[in-house]
């Protein structure tokens, strides 16, 4: 299973409206130290260890899971709580953790909304 991670701070007040403008936010990160060191280390590490086993069991429950590649957004708030989760498509694997997302809080961040962007990839 392949992750991969892209994040950045948002300005803080209205959220993006679409996937697309959550991307491009994500993809124009800020790089001060306090962000690099909040992606690199405290929202990586935490969403690796949370996450990992929530798809492995999403993927042994399904009948039939989707192995189809597909990308999330996350904007958190300054508490860690999601404010909104925003997708490129629906698959039945992300249907089946998002509950798990919606109801967690993540390290707090150092700006919000801070948008997590996430690439699922389950090929060998």
Partial sequence: MFISLLTTSGMA???????KE?????????????TRIYSDIDLK??????YFPVFQSCLKSLEH???????FVV???KDGRVLRLYTDHETNVLACVRPTLLKDEFPHPPFTPY????TMNFSK
């Fill in 22 to 34: 959550a991307v491009a936010l994500a993809t124009t990160e800020d790089k001060d130290r306090a």
């Fill in 13 to 19: 007040g209205d959220l993006a409206r679409s996937f």
């Fill in 65 to 71: 899971p989707d192995p189809s590649t597909f990308e």
């Fill in 75 to 77: 904007a958190i708030g």
């Fill in 115 to 118: 948008y997590m962007d996430v």
């Fill in 45 to 50: 590490d935490y969403y690796q260890q949370k």
